[in-house]
């Protein structure tokens, strides 16, 4: 059973940095591609940042220049730097991964919050 578990979430103050990681376990293949999502309170559920295993990113408007995705295959985790965080990034952060060996079967972390307040 595939497992990711985040950590890393927390309270900052505005133009902060937190880190997050996602650590999975369980599986058999590899993942084609990790991402994080985020959702706030009352919104839809959104893309971070992806990041896939030709190391290709993509990263939504929003945090484009100010967070970092990058991954560890060797450690089977994917990292989300965050600077200069912004009070419209509070939100609960989702990992997510999926495998394509004959079908793509995806899987979601449990989400760590991260809030920005003064």
């Known amino acids: 059973q595939v497992q990711l578990v985040e950590s890393g979430g927390g309270l900052v103050q505005p133009g902060e940095s937190l880190r997050l990681s996602c650590a999975a376990s369980g599986n058999r293949f590899s993942f084609y591609e990790m991402a994080w999502y985020r959702q706030a309170p009352g919104m839809q559920r959104e893309v971070v940042a992806t990041i896939n295993d030709a190391d290709t990113t993509f990263y939504a408007d929003s945090v484009k220049g100010r967070f970092t995705i990058s991954r560890d295959n060797a450690k089977n985790t994917v990292y989300l730097q965050m600077n200069s965080l912004k009070y419209e990034d509070t939100a609960v952060y989702y990992c997510?991964?999926?495998?394509?060996?004959?079908?793509?079967?995806?899987?979601w972390g449990q989400g760590t919050q991260v809030t920005v307040s003064s």
């Open positions: 997510y991964a999926e495998t394509r060996v004959v079908v793509t079967r995806r899987y």
